[in-house]
């Protein structure tokens, strides 16, 4: 797919978080493909050391999206766009900076802004949301995406499963985790995930971003679910990436799920390593697209992230 090139003029697309996991790997991308690109961020002035080469001179915007609920708030930062992509997320909440406003009410607003200028809004969310879930994380991203579709917008929702790569919280984790000669995981962690590379997720976020779609497009054609070619259990994940440090399994210790629930709340109450109540409740559901569009918008197959002879035996995903 081969997104749309106004003749004369470099789109800009406002990139919130354009300094986070995702984000600035979609600004790497998007300045790749020689779009111009505003990085909006909590705190711009910051931010020098995290944005990819060659996007230090990039434009910056000050947003805090806890603050920004109203539709009126965002039109002043989208006067001179011609594209939104939204890669804000919280893990857990901090004063004021709830999964309902964050994940809610702010994207909602924003999306509604869209629709009165007419430009494409690019929202990420996450795999997973269909299932029934008690997480107030999962809950918020359901229900913001409901939202942005009745927004009247040229919508645009991505949603990536696990993510690999250098900079992440979560993806340093897994990749520390797997070193542990010994692992404690939920006895009912059995759903399957389908890792890929942040790097390519940023490739697909900026080809989405100006993608042209017809105006009567219904959801399935807005919806892209993105993930990459291995379908694997997260014990099976660990296993694998152990074996390119030590050719030993570890042992793997399986947590009854109420006392694995119990530690996900504590790690959510002290506010330590990614591991959290909506991961949980994820870690039980398969999280792989049921139609993998990655491929579609790269263009290519996506890299592999764990080598093929360390997952023989397992069902690999349709490309």
């Known amino acids: 797919m081969q997104p749309t090139v106004q003749p004369g003029k470099a789109p800009t697309v406002l990139v919130l978080g354009g300094s986070g996991f995702i984000g600035r790997h979609a600004v790497a991308a998007l300045l790749a493909e020689g779009r111009r690109v ?8 910051r931010i020098d050391r995290k944005l990819p080469p060659g996007a230090a001179d990039c434009p910056r915007r000050r947003i805090r999206m806890e603050t920004l609920l109203e539709t009126q708030q965002w039109r002043p930062l989208l006067a001179d766009v011609d594209a939104v992509l939204n890669c804000v997320g919280i893990l857990r909440q901090r004063g004021g900076e709830t999964y309902e406003r964050v994940h809610h009410l702010a994207p909602a607003a924003l999306a509604s802004a869209c629709a009165e200028r007419g430009i494409p809004f690019v929202h990420v969310s996450a795999l997973g949301l269909e299932h029934r879930a008690r997480s107030r994380f999962l809950r918020s991203k359901r229900v913001g995406e409901n939202a942005i579709r009745r927004s009247g917008a040229d919508w645009r929702i991505a949603r990536p499963s696990l993510l690999d790569g250098e900079g992440g919280y979560g993806a340093l984790w897994i990749r520390r985790v797997a070193r542990w000669p010994l692992l404690a995981l939920p006895a009912n962690a059995l759903g399957r995930i389908a890792v890929l590379d942040v790097g390519e997720l ?5 080809r989405l971003a100006l993608l042209p779609l017809p105006r009567n497009a219904n959801d399935s054609h807005r919806e892209f679910e993105l993930g990459g070619l291995e379908a694997v259990t997260i014990e099976n994940l660990l296993a694998a990436m152990r074996r390119g440090h030590d050719a030993r399994p570890a042992l793997c210790l399986r947590l009854p799920a109420w006392f694995a629930r119990l530690g996900s ?6 506010h330590v390593t ?3 109540f909506g991961h949980y409740e994820l870690l039980r559901n398969d999280n792989c697209p049921r139609e993998n569009r990655l491929p579609e918008l790269l263009g290519r197959r996506p890299r592999r992230i764990v080598p093929e002879e360390a997952i023989a035996g397992l069902q690999p995903l349709p490309a």
Not at 38 to 45: D, T, V
Not at 265 to 270: A, G, K, N, S
């Open 274 to 276: 990614p591991y959290s």
């Open 202 to 206: 940023g490739e697909a976020l900026a």
């Open 265 to 270: 709340h504590v790690c959510d109450l002290l």
């Open 38 to 45: 505003i990085i909006a961020s909590r705190h711009p002035e």
